[in-house]
């Protein structure tokens, strides 16, 4: 008997138990699903100041929210339902522009802001201020911090105090000069020494970005502070300036002896995998002209090796030491810069060309690629019967 009892109580205490747990469960959830809304919310009233918009914060239906009548109301929301089939009183109340939340998939309202960087030794006048008119005018003012023009020693006048004067109308380009020539590596060290952006955007001085050409590099470094993303960089004609579409679906490849390259993907891997302009396009090297990075992470990589010289091999040393420390490189195919390529550096090297860029490739390989050096020492030693010089990439 008193085994029976002591188990119908203890029945007892265990259905309570169960009923308190689901009871528990449910309030849980509901807060839960309370506090998401909160959030989303809360995203979407901070855009609302962050745009100085208009709108009432504080109105019926606002951000999407439910909105809801008293009970005293019921009879004119029963009245008037017929008018259109639908909450007809409530929908008279909603203000006609009320901000309603973002639901399209990938789209963050929170992206990080970034530190534009160029860099130039006596650029042409007209295609350095394109590039800064494209970054300013097709860049949402809240993601970016600033423009920083790095001058690497330039021997033209017009670089100097006309370029200070016309620079002082736009409060967000900062100028740094360099005191000697320091080539194109350390004059972007220069830069991202004194960047205040989360993300540093490196870019050419003879380029002009396209619509929507940032968010789409900064959802990525948002996504994973490790990707390094890079537009799909689309050509100006160096004759008739004229703007034209490259094939999204490229690849940055490098040959021995690390000579960079382009490749497509191939048509049959593009309908495989079912690709579209909003997929990445992971590559083993970048191009180096344009790319965005987080800034941490690009101090956490030991930035550039500092005694790289002038220009040439730098774009592999940066993306060798991406992949092997747990980054990874990207084309964002929806991105898009254009850019003049040209047939060879305008600019003077302090010391030859071939042998600076020869020099630098040597130094990456010898850092880099371990055994794999001897490749590139065999193809560097073929290659420079065959083909002596290269062009800008
Ligand atoms: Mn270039």
Redesign the pocket.
Known sequence: MRIRRYLRDSGRVLAFVFVASVIWLLFDMAALRMSLNEVNTELLKERVIREKDPRDANAVGQFGQPAVVGWKEDAEVKKRWDEGHFNVYLSDKIPVDRAIPDTRPLVHDDLPSTSVIFCFVDEVWSTLLRSVHSVLNRSPPHLLKEIILVDDFSTKDYLKKQLDDYMAQFPKVRIVRLKERQGLIRARLAGAAVAKGEVLTFL?S?IECNVGWLEPLLERVYLDRKKVPCPVIEVISDKDMSYMMVDNFQRGIFKWPLVFGWSAVPPEDIKKFNLTISDPIRCPVMAG?LFSIDKQYFFELGTYDPGLDVWGGENMEISFKIWMCGGEIEIIPCSRVG????GQNPYKFPKDRQKTVERNLARVAEVWLDEYKDLFYACWMLNSIVTPGRG?R
């Open positions: 050419d003879h002209g850019h003049i390529f040209r800008e």
